[in-house]
């Protein structure tokens, strides 16, 4: 079985002796190489050149070749700026927009969705060389975008928020350009999803980030109904991750969105949900992204302790963290946690090696 196979049986919630395994954010900056390469080049010519893209979302499957699944180095924030909307990042940390959407004249003037794929087509040619690339050692791409409401939340309050309460004041105070905000990123998200199918990606994850922060009985219309307008829209059975961190609330009504895998974080006691949710629908995490600064000793055990408790449960699973790899984890913790999800076969690994 190649791991394009392993990843795409467990997406269909097949059986199977060990989970595939890809990590969060594993192109970047805890990896030498990555910064090797962004000392010569920025962050955005990185995006936007397809062959940089390509290099640096292969650098973690040359180093760590036990990974399952490649994904696409790029940024959610291109289809803002698709739209007409900048991004770069602030000195101190954090996203910043050109500009701030402020009125319902602002929406208006964002470009149609038709527009995306061209705009995009950068992304199109990285996808396309990696596609090229991963062939032949079996590996699976991935391709990924924000969520309609996460896009939302940054371009209406102009950047990184603790609160992204400009976001949240839209939604209660003027429903209607709300909507055509959303559908507008709705429109687009379905075009560049699409574009990205076309150029060979395995499956897609939706990253919701900000889907957390919604009042939970909110969450259906302010967010979850436009991801599935989403997923309903790609071709019949292709597999769409989900992604919402501080959303476990939401995890019975996600399953039932239309999706095919929900990757949840490192507070979710994976083995209990994987208990209440549909066989159907697949798993995907949750390690919790902080173990990757401590020892390779520590990563190992934690991480087959997570693998022994999905043992025999029903339903795919595909083993990553509950979050993004942090820019201080260690190379050698990423070898281990590799190792031993590559290691762990069909007796469900050697639980003496545990600790109490």
């Known amino acids: ?59 973690p499957m040359k180093r760590f070749p036990g990974l399952d699944a490649a994904i696409l180095f790029s940024d959610i924030l291109v289809i803002p700026e698709a739209l007409g909307q900048a991004y770069a990042f602030r000195e101190g940390g954090g996203i910043e927009m050109a500009r701030r959407i402020g009125s319902r004249a602002d929406i208006d003037a964002l470009a149609p969705a038709e527009a995306v794929p061209e705009r995009l087509a950068y992304v199109d040619g990285a996808l396309r060389l990696l596609k090229g690339e ?29 609160d992204f309460a400009r976001a949240k004041q839209l939604y209660y105070t003027d429903r209607g350009a709300f909507e055509a905000l959303m ?36 969450y259906e219309y302010v967010s979850l109904k436009w991801i599935r307008e989403i997923a309903s829209a790609l071709p019949e059975d292709f597999p769409v991750i989900l992604y919402a961190r501080g959303a476990a609330a939401q995890h019975g009504a996600q399953a039932k969105s239309g999706v095919r895998v929900l990757s949840v974080d490192w507070t979710v006691n994976l083995a209990a949900l994987r208990r209440g949710l549909p066989a159907g629908v697949a798993l995907q995490g949750n390690l919790d992204p902080a173990l990757m600064q401590m020892t390779p000793e520590i990563v190992r055990d934690e991480a087959v302790r997570l693998l022994c408790s999905m043992r025999g449960l029903p339903g795919g699973h595909i083993f990553n963290l509950g979050h993004g790899i942090t820019p201080s984890a260690k190379i050698e913790c990423m070898h281990a946690l590799v190792d031993a999800v590559v290691e762990f076969g069909e007796d469900g690994g050697k639980a003496e090696g545990l600790k109490d």
Do not use: N
């Not at 075009?191 to 009042?215: H, K, L, P, T």
């Open 1 to 59: 079985m190649t791991s394009r196979e392993r990843f795409l049986a467990a997406c269909a919630s097949q059986p199977l002796s060990r989970p595939p395994v890809w990590v969060m954010r594993q192109a970047g900056r805890y990896l030498p190489e990555y910064r090797e390469l962004k000392a010569r080049s920025s962050f955005l010519e990185m995006v936007r050149t397809p062959e940089l893209a390509a290099e640096v979302t292969l650098q």
């Open 134 to 162: 991963l062939a032949s050692d079996g590996k699976a791409l991935l391709g990924f975008g924000g969520s309609p409401w996460t896009l939302a939340a940054y371009m209406l309050e102009g950047g990184s928020s603790d």
């Open 183 to 218: 559908r507008k990123l709705t429109d687009a998200l379905i075009a560049y999803f699409r574009m990205q199918v076309a150029a060979g990606a395995d499956a897609i994850q939706i990253f919701d980030s900000w889907g957390g922060i919604i009042a939970a009985h909110d």
